[in-house]
Antibody, heavy 119, light 110 residues
Framework: EVQLVESGGGLVQPGGSLRLSCAAS????????MSWVRQAPGKGLEWVSV???????YYADSVKGRFTISRDIYKNTVYLQMNSLRAEDTAVYYC?????????????WGQGTMLTVSS | QSVLTQPPSASGTPGQRVTISCSGS????????VNWYQQLPGTAPKLLIY???QRPSGVPDRFSGSKSGTSASLAISGLQSEDEADYYC???????????FGGGTKLTVL
């Protein structure tokens, strides 16, 4: 079964760090575009970061310089290292696969993991 | 404020047809395909329409998408109570060098 399972969320103080994980099954993360998308409480969806199949990485301006996306092809897992966290980073973080042949649509989503940044 | 503009809410009665609009610009919708997502309360988003008007397997043909110029639309015919959800459009934005979502439309089935 094709599936994504996120983990690693929690409560962090402002200025702190956290790493989110996204374990994939049923497909290979190294052969696909993999993104992180977040949703603040009661708000809409916001794209955060992507890692291309070739390894290139891109970020939304709101997280550039603070977040780092990476992957481990042996563990078939994608990560999001988040540093210098701010209250406005509080959100549910979803991992999603993007299909290039489907117009880069986010076709598979994880269940999400909640990050709360608060003192 | 989202780069893609959607109405915050829409409504209809069972059996009715409703449309949700998504307005953008030449750097996003005008030059890239649009995808639509459905988010039921308390769940992760689900892909509804890709490449402007294509449905993944399992999505009912009551859902259809279209694009013209810098705008796109999602139409839902034969509205059902289980269609009550938030709907988001999304595409690539060449100016921002990233993917952008609309602000979302909350669909209420009366």
């Amino acid at each position: 079964e094709v599936q994504l399972v996120e983990s690693g969320g929690g409560l962090v103080q402002p200025g702190g760090s956290l790493r989110l994980s996204c374990a994939a099954s049923g497909f290979t993360v190294g052969s696909n575009y993999m993104s992180w998308v977040r949703q603040a409480p009661g708000k809409g969806l916001e794209w955060v970061s992507v890692i291309y199949s070739g390894g290139s990485t891109y970020y939304a301006d709101s997280v550039k310089g603070r977040f780092t996306i990476s992957r481990d092809i042996y563990k078939n897992t994608v990560y999001l290292q988040m540093n210098s966290l701010r209250a406005e980073d509080t959100a549910v973080y979803y991992c999603a696969r993007q299909l290039t042949i489907w117009g880069y649509a986010f076709d598979i989503w994880g269940q999400g993991t909640m990050l709360t940044v608060s003192s | 404020q989202s780069v893609l503009t959607q109405p915050p809410s829409a409504s209809g009665t069972p059996g009715q047809r409703v449309t949700i609009s998504c307005s953008g610009s030449s750097s996003n919708i005008g030059s890239n395909s649009v995808n639509w997502y459905q988010q039921l309360p308390g769940t992760a988003p689900k892909l509804l329409i890709y490449s402007n008007n294509q449905r993944p397997s399992g999505v009912p043909d009551r859902f259809s998408g279209s694009k013209s110029g810098t705008s796109a639309s999602l139409a839902i015919s034969g509205l059902q109570s289980e269609d009550e959800a938030d709907y988001y459009c999304a595409t690539w934005d060449a100016s921002l060098n990233g993917w952008v979502f609309g602000g979302g439309t909350k669909l209420t089935v009366l």
